[in-house]
Nanobody, 127 residues
Framework: VQLQASGGGLVQAGGSLRLSCAAS????????LGWFRQAPGKEREFVGF????????YYTDSVKGRFTISRDNAKNTVYLQMNSLKPEDTAVYYC?????????????????????WGQGTLVTVSS
């Protein structure tokens, strides 16, 4: 599975951006696609994930109510809609995919359980 993330850029606080993650290759076995981010000098952190089949998604507390993950299976693309952006959302955003199925969401919150990663796209939120 190859992942291509795009859509990053510079936006003012309070603004919106939509990131895309296009998947190609052997995607039929994908069980979930997650978004992670890494701010300068910080560890990579979980943002949210969506199951490939079905619509269930889960978000870290800091983005709940502001970020939404959606999926277009026909295009093999997952989106991260980011609204009400804050300077602390500034980071490189990565999408990741996994073929492993877990009933519990906790596993999908850890980068350890993802097998494929995109190259990252930079989001900068100015104050």
């Amino acid at each position: 599975v190859q992942l291509q993330a795009s859509g990053g850029g510079l936006v003012q606080a309070g603004g919106s951006l939509r990131l895309s993650c296009a998947a190609s290759g052997r995607t039929h076995g994908t069980s979930a696609l997650g978004w992670f981010r890494q701010a300068p000098g910080k560890e990579r952190e979980f943002v949210g994930f969506i199951r490939w089949n079905g619509n269930s998604s889960y978000y870290t507390d800091s983005v709940k109510g502001r970020f939404t993950i959606s999926r277009d299976n026909a295009k093999n693309t997952v989106y991260l809609q980011m609204n009400s952006l804050k300077p602390e959302d500034t980071a490189v955003y990565y999408c990741a995919a996994t073929n492993r199925y877990y009933k519990l969401t906790n596993y999908y919150m850890s980068a350890t359980y993802y097998d494929y990663w995109g190259q990252g796209t930079l989001v900068t939120v100015s104050s």
